[in-house]
Structures are given as C-alpha cells and as structure tokens.
C-alpha cells in the first residue's frame, strides 16, 4: 500500500492506494471514524457492481449503512439532485457526528461532498473513487460542487475528507471510454508538472500496457496534486495550474449540454487548442502541441470538436471561476513539464480561447 498524507494544519488527511483496499474497506473506515451512521452516495452504475458490496463490508464493522443512489452521469450534479440527497439524508436523521462515503466517480465526489459539506453545516465524508478520473484527480483536495444551467461547478466549496481510499482494481468494470476520460487527466499532469510521466504516457504501447503501469500513474499524479494543494488549499494562486485546459474543456461540455463530450475528452482538447493558439504566438515551445495531439490520439481522446461557436465559448469562459473582474488567469506551456498562470485582460482572451 502507497499512502500520501496531505498536509493541510486542522484538515489534513491521508489518501491510501492499495489493489484490494475495498475488500477491507470497513476495517480501515473504523481506523478513522467511531460513530454508528453511515450513508454510502454513489450513482446507480456503480451500484450495480459495488454498491452492496461495499455496504456489506462496513457494515461487518459493526454500523448502520444507509444508500442513497443518484443516476449516473452529469447531468444529475445539479441542485435539483443536492436537494433529494438533503432529504434523505434527513429521513435517515443524520447527525453532525455520522459519516458520509462518496462512492463513485466525480459527480458523485463532487456532489456527495457538497452535500456532507452543507448539511447541519459539516459532516465529516471519505471519498471512494472508483473512476480514473476520480482516483488521480476531483477525490483529492477537496474541491466539491454542483452545476447550474448556465455553467460547471460554480456552487461549491472548499470541503477536505477524513480520507480518500483509492482501489486499482475498481478500474477493472471501468468501460475503455471511461478510463481514456481520467487519461485526459493523467496527460494534464504530465504536462504541467512532470516531463517523465508524460514520457511515459508518449511510450506506454497500449492500455494494457497502462494498466499494468496505472499504480505508478495514479501514486505520480495524486503525488502532483497533494503537492500543489498543500501550497495553495483555496485555489488562489499555484492551485490554478491544475486547471489547465479547463477553461476551454468546460466551456465544450456545455456547448454540447453534457453529452456529447465527457470531462477529460473537454480537457484533453481545451489543452490542445490553447497550447496551438500559444505556441503561435510564441510563448509555448514549437511541438509541444503536436506532441500533445498526439498524445492525445493515442488514448483516443479528441483533438478536433467539430461544429462549435467561438463566441459561445467565450460567453461560457466569462462566467469561469479563474476570472477576476476585468481579466481572467490562464495556464499555458512553457514546454511539456513545465507551465505558468498569464492574467490577460478578457478583452485578449479570445487570442487564446479561439477554437476555430
């Protein structure tokens, strides 16, 4: 077992990556949490593989699981969702000292989060993350949010777990579209940060070659991550590297309302199409985004979007949380390993928001 422990003064955790951890996860749980209660969040497809697997093993550590299961996918990470969880969360009259368990990919992190971070105030939650994505990227640093009609994530807070338990072999049920989304994910970090990883992701034959190499992948990233949010918890400052083509991604996952393009498919070509607009304008190194492309198409991830809207991408990044007032923060390449936040004046942003 790798484990990692963020460092975080009153809110520090630690985040465990073990093959099997899930077939222990009532004993570790006990490590951290001596109440009775437990709600398990988790969405209707994970629940089908895992969902009464999981209770069963808590509650052989002697608690009372409750299960609330939302229906997959991001079109449930909204208010309406938050709303019912709230509810039975009320129903199964859930105090300030029980426990929630996220299990599932993002939308059920972010969500199920939410919910723990809002109801009676605060109750403490681990996160389970059973997706790639998950598992190297939104379980950790407890960034947690819902989604409104007119952009992602911008109800949320900043709500740290008791633990994160990150399990390998939950990626065995994980659909090849799935593991290629959290890919777009992995190359972010390599892009950012680490030259190596990104080597390797460039060498990696095919995804069984990846998965046989996926602790590594998953310990490198989380390792990125912990890093950065121990320097900057609140995402005002070296946090924002992390969101590197965000902007962009986001702003294609709505255009097409959430389903056409999943989360990493939207990073992975954010990415791209900001580090070409860069490079021509020479701040990015020449290459580096067709080494990205590349990349990109190896894991099957888009590099080209098809019929979209500048002006509409733009009207949508106006509204993202790197804005502030009069400019808004973007993170570009220097070169691959190596990125930088550039505040630019949003009448500028087009420059390198364009995507046609």
């Given at each position: ?10 809110n520090s955790y630690s985040i465990f990556i073990e093959k099997g951890i899930m077939n222990k996860i009532g004993e570790r749980i006990s490590d951290i949490y001596s109440g009775e209660k437990i709600v398990l969040i988790t969405d209707d497809n994970v629940n089908k593989f895992y969902g009464d697997k999981i209770c069963e093993n808590i509650k052989k550590s002697g608690y009372n699981v409750f299960k609330i299961v939302i229906k997959a996918g991001e079109k449930s990470k909204n208010i309406n969702t ?275």
């Amino acid at each position: 077992m790798k484990t990692l422990n963020m460092n975080l003064e009153e809110n520090s955790y630690s985040i465990f990556i073990e093959k099997g951890i899930m077939n222990k996860i009532g004993e570790r749980i006990s490590d951290i949490y001596s109440g009775e209660k437990i709600v398990l969040i988790t969405d209707d497809n994970v629940n089908k593989f895992y969902g009464d697997k999981i209770c069963e093993n808590i509650k052989k550590s002697g608690y009372n699981v409750f299960k609330i299961v939302i229906k997959a996918g991001e079109k449930s990470k909204n208010i309406n969702t938050l709303n019912k969880v709230y509810l039975k969360l009320a129903k199964f009259k859930i105090t300030r000292s029980d426990l929630i368990v996220t299990l599932g990919g993002g939308v059920v992190g972010d969500l199920g989060g939410f919910a723990a971070a809002t109801f009676l105030r605060g109750i403490s939650y681990v996160q389970i993350p059973t997706s790639l994505l998950a598992q190297i990227d939104s379980s950790i640093g407890g960034k947690v949010a819902v989604d409104l009609e007119v952009g992602k994530n911008l109800v949320g807070n900043f709500y740290q777990p008791k633990a994160v338990f990150i399990d390998p072999l939950f990626l065995e049920t994980l659909e090849k579209k799935f593991l290629h989304d959290g890919m777009g994910e992995v190359i972010k970090y390599g892009a950012i940060r680490d030259k190596v990883l990104f080597e390797n992701l460039e060498k990696y034959k095919d995804d069984d070659e990846l998965i046989e190499n996926i602790e590594y992948v998953i310990h490198t990233c989380c390792t990125i991550k912990k890093q950065v949010v121990e320097n900057d918890e609140k995402d005002n400052g070296e946090r924002m590297i992390l969101n590197f083509g965000h902007t962009i991604g986001h702003a294609v996952e709505e255009f097409f309302n959430y389903e056409k393009f999943t989360h990493g498919e939207g990073v992975a070509y954010g990415m791209y199409a900001i580090s070409k607009n860069s490079e021509k304008m020479g701040i990015t190194k020449e290459g580096t985004s067709e080494r990205l492309k590349n990349v990109i198409k190896k894991y099957e991830l888009p590099h080209v979007i098809g019929k979209i809207e500048n002006e509409k991408i733009y009207e949508i990044a106006s509204l993202d949380k790197k804005n502030r007032g009069s400019f808004i923060n973007l993170i570009l390449l220097k070169e691959i390993g190596d990125c930088f936040i550039k505040e630019i004046d949003n009448k500028e942003a087009c420059k390198y928001l364009s995507v046609v």
